[in-house]
């Protein structure tokens, strides 16, 4: 079975940091792509980033580029999201969702509709 556990997410100053994390099981880590996303209150959810880590293919959205890096551990099947410059409208739950490895660079890494498991969520406030 799939399994996605996010956590790392909390309250933190407009221009802080923090490092989400996802830790995978029930798949083997290079047979699956893993993305990011967020929703805000009364907003669809967005994809931040997106990692194949088979190929070392990134993507990131414009909004975040620059700011956030997505990384991976193979040896601990876990994901990470490193979020620097935080903004007040960064605020939001971020989930992270995986599908299959299609063997290529997926022609949509941020649409939510393209990932088949989630995780939870975890709450990211960005406030002073």
């Known amino acids: 079975e799939v399994q996605l556990v996010e956590s790392g997410g909390g309250l933190v100053q407009p221009g802080g940091s923090l490092r989400l994390s996802c830790a995978a099981s029930?798949?083997?880590?290079?047979?699956?792509?893993i993305g990011w996303f967020r929703q805000a209150p009364g907003k669809e959810r967005e994809g931040v980033s997106a990692i194949q880590p088979r190929y070392k293919f990134t993507y990131y959205s414009d909004s975040v580029k620059g700011r956030f890096t997505i990384s991976t551990d193979s040896a601990k099947n876990t994901v990470y999201l490193e979020m620097n410059s935080l903004k007040t409208e960064d605020t939001a739950v971020y989930f992270c969702?995986?599908?299959?490895?299609?063997?290529?660079?997926?022609?949509?890494?941020?649409?939510?509709?393209?990932?088949?498991?989630w995780g939870q969520g975890t709450q990211v406030t960005v406030s002073s």
């Open positions: 029930g798949f083997t880590y290079d047979e699956y792509a």
């Open positions: 969702a995986t599908v299959r490895e299609v063997g290529r660079p997926l022609a949509n890494p941020l649409s939510p509709y393209g990932y088949d498991y």
